[in-house]
C-alpha cells in the first residue's frame, strides 16, 4: 500500500474499520437505488419466530462485523465489488412489525423495487420467513430452484394457528409456484423432532434433502456436486441460514442444533455454487443477543461475503453474455 493510497480518505477501505457508518463490507449507502447492480439489503424482523427472538437485531451487527472484511477473496480471486456495482440499499424494515402477513408484505414491497430495477438482492435476515416475501418479489414470473443450507427444512405447516413463520417458508412457497421443489436441496438437516413425518412436504414434493449424516459421509465435494446437479442451470437462490452451523462455531441463532457444519465447510459450499446462475440469496437467523462473544455475526459476515462473491460472477457472467 502506498503512501498516497494511505492519504486516500475519499475510499472507505482505505480509513480504519473502527470509523464512519458500518455499512455492509463498507459499501456506498444508496437507498435510492441508483447505479447498482446488487443490493446488500436488511430485514430486520423477527416476527415469525417460534422459540427464541432476537434476529431482528441480525443485520445491524452483521453489518458492524462486515467491516473486517476485505476487497477480495483469496481462495477463488474474485473481487464482487470490482465485478458489480455493490451497495448497501438500506433495510426492508415494516413499519407495523405486530402483524405477520402485513409485515410479510412490506418486506415483499421493497424487494420488488430491487426487482423492478434488475438489482439482485443479497439479504441478512431476520428469521427465515423472511425468505417467502423475498421469493414472491423475484419469482413471481418464474420459479426458481433453490440451494438451501440449514438445520431444518422449514417445510412445515401451521403452528400454533399460523401457516406463517420460520419453519414453513418453503412450504409455502412451493404451493404459491415460487419455488421448483424438484430444483431445490436442502443441505445440513439435523437435530431432534416431535414427529418423524415433519418434514415429510421436502420428500412428498420432491426437494433433495441432505441429512447432516449423508453430508458426513459424502462430504463436501461430492455434497457439492449432488447440489449442482439438482439445481441444473435455471434461475436459483441460496438460502443460508446460520443455524446450519455448529453452535460451537454460531451460538447466536433462535434454533441451534449440534452436530453442524464448521465455517470451512459451510465457506467451501457456498464457492461450489460458482458459475451457477443465481438471481439472488439470503443469509438469516443471525440473533446477537444469544452471542456474547460476536463469534456468530463474524462468521454471518463472512459467508455473506463468500454470497456476494457467487452472485457478483453470476451477474457479471450474465452481462456479458
Same mark, same amino acid.
Given at each position: 500500500? /502506498?503512501?498516497?493510497?494511505?492519504?486516500? +480518505?475519499?475510499?472507505?477501505?482505505?480509513?480504519?474499520?473502527? =470509523?464512519?457508518?458500518? /455499512?455492509?463490507?463498507?459499501?456506498?449507502?444508496?437507498? &435510492?437505488?441508483?447505479? @447498482?447492480?446488487?443490493?446488500?439489503?436488511?430485514?430486520?424482523?423477527?416476527?415469525?419466530?417460534?422459540?427464541?427472538?432476537?434476529?431482528? !437485531?441480525?443485520?445491524?451487527?452483521?453489518?458492524?462485523?462486515? /467491516?473486517?472484511?476485505?476487497?477480495? &477473496?483469496?481462495? +477463488?480471486? @474474485?473481487? %464482487?465489488? #470490482?465485478?458489480?456495482?455493490?451497495?448497501?440499499?438500506?433495510?426492508?424494515?415494516?413499519?407495523?412489525?405486530?402483524?405477520?402477513?402485513?409485515? !410479510?408484505?412490506?418486506?415483499?414491497?421493497?424487494?420488488?423495487?430491487?426487482?423492478?430495477?434488475?438489482?439482485?438482492?443479497?439479504?441478512?435476515?431476520?428469521?427465515?420467513?423472511?425468505?417467502?416475501?423475498?421469493?414472491?418479489?423475484?419469482?413471481?414470473?418464474?420459479? =426458481?430452484?433453490?440451494? !438451501?443450507?440449514?438445520? !431444518?427444512?422449514?417445510?412445515?405447516?401451521?403452528?400454533?394457528?399460523?401457516?406463517?413463520?420460520?419453519?414453513?417458508?418453503?412450504?409455502?412457497?412451493?404451493?404459491?409456484?415460487?419455488?421448483?421443489?424438484?430444483?431445490?436441496?436442502?443441505?445440513?438437516?439435523?437435530?431432534?423432532? &416431535?414427529?418423524?413425518?415433519?418434514?415429510?412436504?421436502?420428500?412428498?414434493?420432491?426437494?433433495? =434433502? @441432505?441429512?447432516?449424516?449423508?453430508?458426513?459421509?459424502?462430504?463436501? #465435494?461430492?455434497?457439492?456436486?449432488?447440489?449442482?446437479?439438482?439445481?441444473?442451470?435455471?434461475?436459483?437462490?441460496?438460502?443460508?441460514?446460520?443455524?446450519?452451523?455448529?453452535?460451537?462455531?454460531? %451460538?447466536?441463532?433462535?434454533?441451534?442444533?449440534?452436530?453442524?457444519?464448521? +465455517?470451512?465447510?459451510?465457506?467451501?459450499?457456498?464457492?461450489?455454487?460458482?458459475?451457477? &446462475?443465481? =438471481?439472488?440469496?439470503?443469509? @438469516?437467523?443471525?440473533? %446477537?443477543?444469544?452471542?456474547?462473544?460476536?463469534? /456468530?455475526?463474524?462468521?454471518?459476515?463472512?459467508?455473506?461475503?463468500?454470497?456476494?462473491?457467487?452472485?457478483? #460472477?453470476?451477474?457479471?457472467?450474465?452481462?456479458? +453474455?
Amino acid at each position: 500500500m /502506498t503512501k498516497r493510497d494511505l492519504n486516500d +480518505t475519499n475510499d472507505p477501505m482505505m480509513r480504519p474499520r473502527y =470509523v464512519g457508518i458500518p /455499512t455492509f463490507f463498507r459499501a456506498p449507502l444508496k437507498e &435510492n437505488l441508483e447505479d @447498482v447492480d446488487i443490493g446488500l439489503i436488511g430485514v430486520p424482523f423477527d416476527g415469525g419466530v417460534t422459540s427464541r427472538p432476537g434476529s431482528r !437485531h441480525g443485520p445491524r451487527e452483521v453489518r458492524n462485523q462486515s /467491516t473486517m472484511v476485505r476487497m477480495k &477473496n483469496q481462495a +477463488t480471486g @474474485v473481487s %464482487p465489488h #470490482e465485478l458489480c456495482k455493490v451497495a448497501d440499499v438500506g433495510d426492508a424494515w415494516v413499519p407495523s412489525p405486530f402483524e405477520l402477513v402485513g409485515s !410479510h408484505a412490506s418486506i415483499q414491497q421493497a424487494f420488488e423495487k430491487l426487482h423492478e430495477r434488475n438489482i439482485l438482492p443479497v439479504a441478512v435476515g431476520g428469521d427465515h420467513s423472511v425468505s417467502l416475501p423475498i421469493l414472491r418479489a423475484i419469482a413471481k414470473d418464474q420459479a =426458481v430452484g433453490m440451494i !438451501h443450507i440449514d438445520a !431444518h427444512c422449514d417445510t412445515g405447516d401451521d403452528y400454533m394457528g399460523s401457516r406463517f413463520h420460520h419453519g414453513a417458508p418453503f412450504s409455502r412457497a412451493v404451493e404459491e409456484g415460487l419455488l421448483d421443489p424438484k430444483r431445490t436441496v436442502q443441505i445440513g438437516i439435523r437435530g431432534s423432532i &416431535n414427529d418423524l413425518d415433519l418434514w415429510k412436504f421436502s420428500h412428498d414434493s420432491g426437494m433433495r =434433502v @441432505v441429512y447432516m449424516e449423508e453430508f458426513y459421509k459424502l462430504g463436501v #465435494e461430492k455434497t457439492i456436486a449432488e447440489a449442482r446437479r439438482v439445481v441444473g442451470d435455471g434461475p436459483t437462490y441460496i438460502s443460508f441460514d446460520i443455524d446450519s452451523l455448529d453452535p460451537a462455531f454460531a %451460538p447466536g441463532t433462535g434454533t441451534p442444533e449440534i452436530g453442524g457444519l464448521s +465455517t470451512l465447510e459451510a465457506q467451501l459450499l457456498i464457492r461450489g455454487c460458482r458459475d451457477l &446462475n443465481i =438471481v439472488g440469496a439470503d443469509l @438469516v437467523e443471525v440473533s %446477537p443477543a444469544f452471542d456474547s462473544s460476536g463469534n /456468530t455475526a463474524l462468521a454471518g459476515a463472512n459467508l455473506l461475503f463468500e454470497l456476494l462473491c457467487v452472485v457478483a #460472477e453470476s451477474r457479471q457472467k450474465r452481462s456479458t +453474455t
